[in-house]
Structures are given as C-alpha cells and as structure tokens.
C-alpha cells in the first residue's frame, strides 16, 4: 500500500496531553512531510524534512515537534500547545531527484482531544 | 505569503461531460504543480503533474494546463464517469525544495459526477 505507514489509525486523547504519531516509509525517500486536513481547508503542511536530523517549519508548526533520527521515520508531536488538535494527520514521503516529486501519502490518523 | 487559490469548492457534472478545475498560485519560485485526488476515506493520490516548462501534459481522460504568465493552471477531465468522484488538490511549490520553500495545496474541489 504504498511502502508509507502511520499508526495509529485512530487516536483519542485527553487535553493537555502531548501525543505522538508514528510514521514509517520503506521507500527509501529522503523527504517527509506531515500535513493537518481539516473540511474545507485542504492540506496545510505542519513541519518537514529532506534529510535526516533537518527539518523545517511549515505554514502551521505552533503546537507540534518532530524528529528525523532515521532516514524511515518521521514522528509527529503534538503538544498542549496546540489550541486546536482534533484533525486528520496525514504523512508523506518523496524523492528529492529526478524529474517527479509525488509524494506518496500514508493512511492517516484521526486525531480526537477532548 | 505565498497562496494558492483553487475553484470551484464543489462541482456537479453530468457522467460523460467534461470537469475543469482551476488554480492559481502567487510565488513566481513554483515550478511544480501536481494534482491530487482524494477518493472519500482514502489517502491522496498523484493523478498528473506539471513541471513550469511545460504548457500542458494529458493522460488518457485528463489533461493539465499551466499559463506561468498568469500564474495559474487548470486540470481538465474528459467523459466522466462514477469513478471521478472525489476531491481535487492542486499544488504549487519550487522543487527541488530549497531551506525556505513551502508546499502550498488549494483547498479543494469536490467533484460529483451525476448518473
């Protein structure tokens, strides 16, 4: 499905809580991105990296960290910090060469706080 | 800051009429403009791309119109079918990226193809 996988799927939270959400890519792709999708808002990119220990803001990083240790992984903070969390989270993966920069999306998570 | 505006939000088309959708992006830098589409409960999907030095690409049914004068860009599906429902991305960003560089994605269209 794509070789870019986020867990979990759905995931329920108390406010003032950080949580973090996994993602993982065997694509052997040097970017990663992680985007927030609210309705009508479409994809807001949050923070993302094109190579390990880089990263960098996106339109919308207040409230959230990440860390690129691993070429594979780019996990997603979400902190207390951020006033409004409850969204869907998607990740992404791309080369950073040749001629087309699709990125491949993983499945997702629903993030709930209450 | 850098934008894209992308319309219409939702369109309704007869199966077998023709769809366009368009774009438009504010930073001079863009020189990709990818469209994607997001079938209801699925993860986006690259359906056609557009690099600036091209004026338009076509794959089977749809095709992708690029004006970098004006600053916008169209996609354009033929003989629709049931299929083509979804939402529609486009997006405009420089790449390769450089430290500063933002991917900007348009809102959305949601596309209803009617029987």
């Known amino acids: 499905d794509g070789g870019i996988t986020q867990s979990p799927k759905y995931l329920f939270r108390k406010e003032g809580q950080n949580v973090t959400l996994s993602c993982e890519q065997n694509?052997?792709?040097?970017?990663m991105y992680w985007y927030r999708q609210d309705p009508g808002q479409g994809l807001r990119l949050i923070y993302y990296?094109?190579?390990?220990?880089?990263?960098q803001k996106g339109d919308i990083a207040e409230g959230y960290s990440v860390s690129r240790e691993k070429k594979e992984s780019f996990p997603l903070t979400v902190t207390s910090a951020q006033k409004n969390p409850t969204a869907f989270y998607l990740c992404a993966s791309s080369t950073t060469s040749g001629w087309s920069y699709e990125q491949y999306f993983g499945p997702g998570t629903r993030l709930t706080v209450t | 800051g850098e934008n894209v505006e992308q319309h219409p939000s939702t369109l309704s088309v007869q199966e077998g009429d023709s769809a366009v959708i368009k774009c438009t992006y504010s930073d001079s830098a863009s020189n990709y403009f990818p469209w994607y589409k997001q079938e209801l409960g699925k993860r986006p999907q690259l359906i056609i791309d557009i690099r600036s030095n091209v004026g338009e690409k076509k794959d089977q049914r749809i095709a992708v119109t690029l004006n970098k004068t004006a600053k916008h860009f169209s996609l354009h599906i033929t003989e629709t079918q049931p299929e083509d429902s979804a939402v529609y991305f486009c997006a405009a960003y420089n790449s390769p990226m450089n430290r500063d560089d933002k991917i900007i994605f348009g809102k959305g269209t949601r596309l209803h193809i009617l029987p």
């Open positions: 694509l052997n792709h040097d970017a």
């Open positions: 990296s094109q190579i390990v220990n880089d990263f």
